[in-house]
């Protein structure tokens, strides 16, 4: 059964910075691509940032320059660091892996609130 918990939201000022954790039951090798998704208000849940089974990441055009999505191994760890963030990166912030037969899995959810 895999499992995904995120952690590190919370509420920052616009500018500041956060750094978001997703902690997988399983390998995370078992479990690529893996990344992060996000969900505003009123909004679609969209692609934030993905680590493909290549290892090489992917972005949102939204986000390129200002997040990094990064791998502990060993931890089994996913992390999304996110610098200059801006109201509209106000969402819940998912992570999500696929497994070897195509499930995709979902954390809880983590609150991130940007204030003006």
Same mark, same amino acid.
């Given at each position: 059964?895999?499992?995904?918990?995120?952690? =590190?939201?919370?509420?920052?000022?616009? =500018?500041?910075?956060?750094?978001?954790?997703?902690?997988?039951?399983?390998?995370?090798?078992?479990?690529? $691509?893996? =990344? #992060?998704?996000?969900?505003? $208000?009123?909004?679609?849940?969209?692609?934030?940032? @993905?680590?493909?089974?290549?290892?090489? *990441?992917?972005?949102?055009?939204?986000?390129?320059?200002?997040?990094?999505?990064?791998?502990?191994?060993?931890?089994?760890?996913?992390?999304?660091?996110?610098?200059?963030?801006? *109201?509209?990166?106000?969402?819940?912030?998912?992570?999500? !892996? @696929?497994?070897?037969? !195509?499930?995709?899995? #979902? !954390?809880? =959810?983590?609150?991130?609130?940007?204030?003006?």
């Amino acid at each position: 059964q895999v499992q995904l918990v995120e952690s =590190g939201g919370g509420l920052v000022q616009a =500018g500041g910075s956060l750094r978001l954790s997703c902690a997988a039951s399983v390998s995370i090798f078992s479990i690529v $691509p893996i =990344g #992060w998704y996000r969900q505003a $208000p009123g909004k679609e849940r969209e692609l934030v940032a @993905t680590i493909t089974s290549a290892g090489r *990441p992917n972005y949102a055009d939204s986000v390129k320059g200002r997040f990094t999505v990064s791998t502990n191994n060993a931890k089994n760890t996913v992390y999304l660091q996110m610098n200059s963030l801006r *109201p509209d990166d106000t969402a819940v912030y998912y992570c999500y !892996g @696929t497994d070897y037969v !195509g499930n995709d899995h #979902w !954390g809880q =959810g983590t609150q991130v609130t940007v204030s003006s």
